[in-house]
Structures are given as structure tokens and as C-alpha cells.
């Protein structure tokens, strides 16, 4: 099937910035939209961004002005650039996938998540 991998995540401090990566691997015939999803403890997991196979792209609000989502098709990696962060970001980053593998029918895969932690 499909598998994503998250990388990037770590420690930094309030108002500094992390790129999270995701590369795809696996048996991908293609790869239609992608986001990212965040976790923090306690609380829900919820949508941080996501962009389509078009480039068109969404974000929470929460976020907007301050993370930015994109993609390299061609190597079936997403990535998240987050500048300014702030303690209220710290969470796992899950990064999500609408793929469809070669000779399965199209579904949503997900990462196993990144760790990111924000201090004050």
C-alpha cells in the first residue's frame, strides 16, 4: 500500500520556525489531495492545512499568516513551513494523504506523526 513519513518535528523556541516533511513510499499509482493534522494531549485532533493535486490550498485559522503548505509531486513529499511559532502549536503532526495504490481502490493513509514542541 502506502506509506507516509513524517520528519522535522523537534524543540524550538516561541517565535522560532520548523519545515515538517512527508514522503510518501510504497506501491502509489497517485496521490490526490494532502494535509497536515495536529494532536495535542487532551485534545482532538484537527486539521492544520491541507492542498489539493491542483495546489489550491487551506488552512486553519489559527494558522493563517504563519504556516504554509506545499508540495513536491514529482517526489510525492509534503511539507509544512512553520514560522512564528507559538507554545499554543506544540502537538503531534500527523501528515494525511487521499492516495490511491496500485491495484487498490483510492483511500485516506496517514503518518504515524512528528512531535513538536513550542517553550515560552
Known amino acids: 500500500q502506502v506509506q507516509l513519513v513524517e520528519s522535522g518535528g523537534g524543540l524550538v523556541q516561541a517565535g522560532g520556525s520548523l519545515r515538517l516533511s512527508c514522503a510518501a513510499s510504497?506501491?502509489?499509482?497517485?496521490?490526490?489531495?494532502m494535509g497536515w493534522y495536529r494532536q495535542a494531549p487532551g485534545k482532538q485532533r484537527e486539521l492544520v492545512a491541507f492542498?489539493?493535486?491542483?495546489?489550491?490550498?487551506n488552512y486553519v485559522d489559527a494558522v493563517k499568516g504563519r504556516f504554509t503548505i506545499s508540495r513536491d509531486s514529482a517526489k510525492n513529499t509534503l511539507y509544512l513551513q512553520m514560522n512564528s511559532l507559538k507554545p499554543e502549536d506544540t502537538a503531534v503532526y500527523y501528515c494525511?494523504?487521499?492516495?490511491?495504490?496500485?491495484?487498490?481502490?483510492?483511500?485516506?493513509?496517514w503518518g504515524k506523526g512528528t512531535l513538536v514542541t513550542v517553550s515560552s
Open positions: 494525511n494523504a487521499d492516495a490511491t495504490p496500485r491495484g487498490y481502490y483510492r483511500r485516506d493513509y
Open positions: 492542498i489539493n493535486s491542483g495546489g489550491s490550498t
Open positions: 510504497g506501491s502509489i499509482f497517485s496521490i490526490n489531495a
